[in-house]
């Protein structure tokens, strides 16, 4: 079982850069691939990105596509979602959370095992 805790998220102006970092611990962190989410007041939970336990293959939400990237560093188990162009609809919770599919990169949140307590990104216009 793996452990996330976020970390990185704050106030920042439209237009702004934030990068948030995830760190896992526990057993097999590189078997898993992994994804950020983010929930906004009175909305529910949605998929923002996503990277392959290898690190090779990435995905986002079209929200996100050119704004956001993610990434994994897995000598020390972290992975990244570097935002920039903020937006003030990007104002969210942000989980990290880990995949239990494999063999392909999944948007559902049902797909994810392991989630950490969140961080919180607030974009002012």
């Known amino acids: 079982q793996v452990q996330l805790v976020e970390s990185g998220g704050g106030l920042v102006q439209a237009g702004g850069s934030l990068r948030l970092s995830c760190a896992a611990s526990g057993r097999a962190f590189s078997n898993y691939n992994m994804g950020w989410f983010r929930q906004a007041p009175r909305k529910e939970r949605e998929f923002v990105a996503a990277i392959s336990w290898s690190g090779d293959v990435t995905y986002y939400a079209d929200s996100v596509k050119g704004r956001f990237t993610i990434s994994r560093d897995k000598s020390n188990a972290m992975v990244y979602l570097q935002m920039n162009s903020l937006k003030p609809e990007d104002t969210a919770v942000y989980y990290c959370?880990?995949?239990?599919?494999?063999?392909?990169?999944?948007?559902?949140?049902?797909?994810?095992?392991?989630w950490g307590q969140g961080t919180q990104v607030t974009v002012s216009s």
């Open positions: 959370a880990a995949s239990t599919v494999r063999r392909t990169l999944v948007t559902g949140e049902r797909s994810y095992s392991t």
